[in-house]
């Protein structure tokens, strides 16, 4: 399976554990990462709570610094989502989460470290 963000398509790489799994670019090398990792957590229930389930994706890229040194990016999106949420609640957080990561403000956020609006 591959999975293509933008137009960069990323294949499997490698089985981290049963439950997080790796993928890369044509990018990728040794000394150059092009990575994403896909992850999950199983809901823990209890006697009263049927748990959440967790997901978190992880994009990593070795980027190019003002003074031409190198150093690698992480941005990771971490979900939890009680066991019972409706499929429609569910998709509307994560389309909400989607519209902010590519507005302006997130921009703001993230480069400027500003979080005052």
Excluded at 68 to 80: E, F, H, R
Aim: proline share 3%.
């Amino acid at each position: 399976m591959s999975i293509t963000l933008n137009t960069v398509a990323f294949a499997q790489d490698s089985i981290l554990t049963p439950n997080k799994v790796q993928y890369a670019s044509d990018s990728n090398t040794f000394s150059s990462k092009d990575l994403l990792s896909l992850g999950r957590t199983a809901p823990k229930p209890t006697s009263t709570f049927r748990g959440v389930a967790r997901s978190e994706f992880k994009r990593t890229q070795t980027v190019t610094l003002d003074d031409d040194s190198t150093y690698d990016a992480i941005i990771t999106v971490s979900v939890s989502l009680p066991v019972g949420i409706v499929e429609a609640d569910a998709t509307a957080l994560l389309d909400d989460v989607g519209d902010f990561l590519i507005s302006a403000d997130a921009t703001t956020l993230c480069v400027n470290h500003d979080i005052f609006y």
